[in-house]
């Protein structure tokens, strides 16, 4: 069990978190040019929609192994410090319904930037500048069209998630109507 929630809580923070920071990012770029109308504003309100699910899917997992952790391990301590950066991503993904936070663009490109570097990649890079730390195979081996193509298929993936709750979701809508 606890293996399971572990890697729904993986995919959750690597892949939808920050597709969902990736797909912030091409949404300002699209709504500062071309305004905010159109396919993108659609996809926006219904990816909204889904990070919201996911957050609470999220919490609920962080939650649950928490108790079980409690219940199972005999010496368990909570530390409060790890809890922090689920505060934040779970209160984010709950203001991002709010009209007003959803438009205003200051924080959705805050909420963008905190999806995308968690507390641990922070503390990680503050380290590494701070110790004068130059890993030569840090990113030796990947290539420019490798980092461009991988956040190209996160924000293509992060989407066509998207596109299948707002399907389900439809479907389940209708079956309820019927």
């Known amino acids: 069990m606890n293996e399971f929630l572990n890697l729904t809580i993986k995919v959750i923070t690597i892949d939808l978190f920050i597709g969902y920071g990736l797909f912030t990012l091409v949404w300002l770029r699209t709504s500062i040019i071309k305004g905010q109308s159109g396919p993108i504003e659609t996809l926006d309100i219904k990816a909204s929609k889904f990070i919201r699910f996911v957050g609470v899917i999220y919490f609920i997992c962080i939650v649950t192994i928490i108790i079980i952790s409690l219940v199972t391990v005999d010496d368990y301590e909570i530390r409060w410090y790890p809890l922090l950066q689920v505060v934040v991503w779970t209160t984010m993904t709950q ?84």
């Open 95 to 178: 203001f991002i319904m709010i009209e007003k936070v959803r438009r205003n663009k200051i924080v959705r490109l805050v909420f963008a930037i905190l999806f995308l570097i968690s507390f641990e990649i922070f503390v990680i890079v503050v380290t590494s500048i701070h110790r004068d730390y130059s890993s030569g195979g840090l990113f030796s081996e990947l290539s420019t069209i490798d980092v461009i193509i991988g956040l190209t298929s996160k924000t293509v993936v992060f989407c066509i998630l998207t596109m299948v709750y707002s399907f389900v979701i439809g479907q389940v809508k209708r079956m309820r109507a019927v």
